[in-house]
């Protein structure tokens, strides 16, 4: 399926680096999130844009840093992350509103080292 | 009561067996229910909306009791390729995102 897309699909990164994960749907829709999932544990909601606006920050860090320059792309800047933020993180996207089912791309896991 | 509460499992059966899943919700006014399926390192999968009259597909129903603020989703005739994490998901409320449940670990054993 290539609704959703997310490159890269593994990285790893030392604490001092600064990458970007990056998010594109093809489905037309206009809201998009960031889930972290940890292993053995549930999703983690981090971000909501809807209409290229953020509508929710859930107390992430400030060294997660999202980006949504129109409503098919998304990005996650990291910077200086810690080896707990070694996860699996997904992007998601849904239709018209955040309530509307939501389509996930296949994740970037990510390790910290 | 949490948002969304699911029993973790694991429920192991018996290919061809049936299973059920409950899902309970805490918002009354929750609008939006569905089951979302997710194997091992993978991202999750839409399986099913669930709606006010009870849904099926194929082996799959869900059905939604708002009395008792809970979801369902029944599986017959249990298949290996069914072996998955299921997790529940509901709109809390208004214009609020999706909440995911932790999930219900299935495995079907030949």
């Known amino acids: 399926e290539t609704g959703v897309t997310q490159t890269p699909r593994h990285l790893v990164m030392g604490m001092t680096n600064k990458k970007s994960l990056k998010c594109e749907q093809h489905l037309g829709h206009n809201a998009m999130y960031w889930y972290k999932q940890s292993a053995k544990k549930p999703l983690e909601l981090m971000f909501v844009y809807n209409f290229k606006e953020q509508t929710e920050n859930n107390s992430v860090p400030s060294r997660f840093s999202p980006e949504c320059p129109n409503s098919s792309h998304l990005f996650l800047h990291l910077h200086t992350l810690q080896p707990e933020d070694s996860a699996l993180y997904l992007c998601?996207?849904?239709?018209?509103?955040?309530?509307?089912?939501?389509?996930f791309g296949p994740g970037t896991r990510l390790t910290v080292t | 009561r949490k948002e969304v509460e699911q029993d973790p499992g694991p429920f192991n059966v018996p290919e061809g067996a049936t299973v059920a899943f409950n899902c309970t919700y805490s918002n009354s006014a929750s609008q939006s229910f569905f089951w979302y399926r997710q194997d091992c390192r993978k991202e999750p999968k839409l399986l099913m909306s669930?709606?006010?009259s009870g849904n099926e597909d194929g082996r799959f129903t869900a059905q939604l009791n708002r009395a008792s603020q809970y979801i369902s989703l029944l599986i017959r005739d249990s298949k290996l390729s069914d072996s998955a994490t299921y997790l529940c998901v509901v709109n809390p409320f208004g214009n609020t995102p999706l909440v995911f449940g932790k999930g219900t670990r299935l495995s079907v054993i030949a």
């Open positions: 998601a996207s849904s239709q018209e509103s955040v309530w509307d089912e939501q389509y």
């Open positions: 669930v709606y006010s």
